[in-house]
Structures are given as C-alpha cells and as structure tokens.
Nanobody
Framework: VQLQASGGGLVQAGDSLRLSCAASVRTSSTFAVGWWRQAPGKVREFVAAIDWRDTTYYADSVKGRFTISINNAKNTVYLQMNSLKPGDTAVYYC????????????WGQGTLVTVSS
C-alpha cells in the first residue's frame, strides 16, 4: 500500500486548507485511513481517521474545525482544515490501518502545513 499526501502550504491564522491522501489500493480494503501530524520537537500525534464504515474520529484539539472524508471511487481521503491556528503547524502524514494487524502499517511521506499568526 502506497500513500501520497498533498495539499500542504503556508497560510495565515483563520484560513482553510484541504489535504489529500491518494492510496494505491482501494481505500475500502483497509480498516481505516487517518491523518497524523508532527510539529517540530514534538512527537507525532493523531489528528483524525475514517474507518471502513465511514465512522470518523477526531483529536479533541481539532474537533469542530477539521473534517475527514473519503472518496472510495478515487481511493482518496481528504482532511478539510478550517480556522487554522499557529498550533496546527506541523508535517501532516496520512496512514492506513492494516486489517490483518489493526496497526497503522502504511504511511505516506508527509506534507508541511505552516500557519502564520
């Protein structure tokens, strides 16, 4: 499984950005696809995920501002980010959860999001 994240960039606080994660396999073949982020000097943290039943999960820090969605026809997962804050600055990674191991075994290369104040 290969994942390609894109859509990052430099925006101002309050702006919106949409990240895309294109998968090399049917997204429905994985248990879930999620977004994680890693800010400079910090550990990688969970942001959001969507599972095969289209159930969504969010970190408390992004609830109400970020929306994860999936287009199974395009094998692409999106992360719509609204009301961005400087604290959202990070490299964002998409990852797929392996049905066999139930672990996020597959990772994309990451896309940088920088939010200026």
């Amino acid at each position: 499984v290969q994942l390609q994240a894109s859509g990052g960039g430099l925006v101002q606080a309050g702006d919106s950005l949409r990240l895309s994660c294109a998968a090399s396999v049917r997204t429905s073949s994985t248990f879930a696809v999620g977004w994680w982020r890693q800010a400079p000097g910090k550990v990688r943290e969970f942001v959001a995920a969507i599972d095969w039943r289209d159930t969504t999960y969010y970190a408390d820090s992004v609830k109400g501002r970020f929306t994860i969605s999936i287009n199974n026809a395009k094998n692409t997962v999106y992360l719509q980010m609204n009301s961005l804050k400087p604290g959202d600055t990070a490299v964002y990674y998409c990852a797929a959860q392996n049905r066999a191991t139930m672990s996020y075994d597959y990772w994309g290369q990451g896309t940088l999001v920088t939010v200026s104040s």
